[in-house]
């Protein structure tokens, strides 16, 4: 079982390895986002470093969204799809090997970056460290709501932004608790709450999202 | 044996059809008796609130619009779980001729919230937990009928809304918790709705013109999948044979 998604997410990596221009503008496309923000709310540091766990939270969730529609969509244009799908393992397993590369092709990078963003914004060494934990606990959750969109959407017209009218919604109580541990910590109130919260809507969604993955992508290949 | 009342006989759009033709006048005439029923004893009998004055009386259309939006929302889910497990063309059908209603009972919910918001907090919109969960719920109704747009073949499109409104369902209460919790932490509940006993009037009014909107709501949806039914089977027998005997009878 193990054997399969570390295979998956060894081909998914190795893949991604070769096109590295789509993660690092998925990278800067973040970073480009967040610096946007001092230039057009002024640079005092008391109100940026009010903003700056809702901010860095936004920019995280949409450079998410940016890398989605690639999920599938190279897979299913050159029927490697349709081959792991007939393959005898479960369709799920798959899923979870490629939400797993995705996140560390996506999330992981975000998470690294994160706190280089957050001196930006004169936040403290602790909301820095909260900050970092709380994008690396909730990034899973991201990358495994969103293959849900991005199977759904899959080989349709206009998918970018269908995927977002989709997924962004969902994406709600992982921006709401992630943002919410900085803030906590930044406040002094302690983001532990926020952030055991945030890790079991990561467990759970990468627990269960590949499963609806499957299902969705079944529906996609029929 | 076989003339027993079998209710998966209606299962198929063929039967259906003309049994929600028969069934649309009646749903109608009972929703405008509630409604008609309920805005007089909203509008005239119910005595005027001592806080809020006249204005409460939004209420009469606002409370029963949010009953319906979310209760629309988890009908929808319910015939997504029958589409996609026993793989029937109606359910899906349904869920997609319930759609546009519920979006709109969302919308008015939201609309009505902000007229009456206005003078009783002084703020078209404030975000609260509820208003804020019911904004994500209008989003998550666009989100399901722009992905049954998008998608050209009518049994993907059934089956994929189905499953994202299986996905939504399972994540409407956990949205609406972190919503709440969010709500608490940033501002105390400044705007909490002094409801403490409710005339009884005004109960009795709010549930009959909730039972107005409910079947206002299915009569709606059996009008619209009447015609979901005609496009998407008009190359069978019996929508020629329904078609063909309405231009006949137009002809006589």
Not at chain 2, 33 to 51: E, K, R
Not at chain 2, 92 to 111: D, E, I, K, Y
Request: hydrophobic residues 55%; aromatic residues 10%.
């Amino acid at each position: 079982m193990l054997k399969i998604v570390s295979a998956v997410i060894g081909r998914d990596l190795k893949l991604a390895m070769r096109r590295q221009a789509d993660i690092v503008s998925a990278l800067f496309f973040f970073i480009i986002v967040v610096s946007l923000f001092p230039l057009g709310i002024g640079p005092e540091p008391d109100l940026l470093r009010k903003l700056a766990p809702g901010v860095l939270w936004v920019a995280a969730l949409l450079a998410t969204m940016l890398s989605l529609p690639r999920l599938f969509a190279d897979d299913h244009r050159d029927g490697t799809l349709e081959q792991l799908a007939l393959a005898p393992h479960p369709l799920g397993l798959v899923v979870t090997g490629k939400v797993i590369a995705h996140w560390l092709v996506s999330g992981l990078p975000l998470a690294l970056i994160a706190p280089v963003l957050g001196i930006q914004f004169d936040l403290s060494a602790d909301a820095l460290l909260v900050l970092t934990g709380a994008i690396l606990l909730g990034t899973p959750a991201l990358s495994g709501i969103g293959a849900i969109g991005a199977a759904l959407t899959l080989g349709l017209r206009g998918g970018g932004v269908l995927l977002s009218l989709l997924v962004l919604p969902l994406y709600i109580p992982v921006l709401i608790f992630g943002a919410g541990a900085v803030d906590a910590t930044v406040t002094g109130l302690g983001g532990e709450g926020h952030l055991s919260l945030l890790a079991a809507i990561t467990f759970a969604s990468v627990g269960f999202a590949p499963w609806a993955t499957a299902a969705a992508l079944k529906i996609a290949l029929e | 044996m076989k003339d027993r009342f079998n209710l998966y006989r209606f299962a198929s759009p063929a039967t259906f059809y003309p049994l929600a033709g028969t069934l649309i006048p009646y749903f109608a005439a009972i929703s405008v008796i509630f409604g008609l029923a309920g805005l007089y004893l909203g509008m005239l009998v119910a005595p005027t609130d001592f806080q809020q004055g006249e204005g409460y009386r939004i209420i009469f259309i606002h409370v029963p619009a949010s009953w319906m939006s979310m209760f629309i929302y988890l009908v929808m889910a319910f015939w997504a779980a029958i589409g996609l497990a026993f793989n029937t063309r109606l359910s899906g059908m349904m869920a997609q001729a319930l759609a546009p209603t519920g979006a709109l009972m969302a919308f008015l919910s939201l609309w009505t919230g902000a007229l009456w918001g206005k003078p009783m907090w002084g703020a078209w919109w404030v975000w609260d937990a509820r208003l804020t969960s019911e904004l994500i719920l209008l989003f998550l109704y666009i989100g399901y009928m722009a992905l049954t747009a998008a998608i050209d073949d009518a049994r993907r499109a059934d089956k994929a809304g189905g499953l994202l409104l299986l996905v939504g369902v399972v994540n409407v209460p956990i949205i609406y918790f972190s919503v709440k919790w969010w709500n608490t932490l940033h501002q105390g509940s400044s705007v909490n709705l002094t409801k403490s006993s409710m005339a009884e009037t005004m109960l009795w009014g709010m549930l009959l013109m909730a039972m107005c909107f409910w079947m206002y709501s299915i009569a709606v949806a059996l009008m619209r999948v009447r015609t979901i039914m005609l496009e998407r089977e008009r190359n069978t027998d019996w929508v020629k044979a329904e078609l063909g005997g309405q231009v006949a009878g137009g002809k006589k």
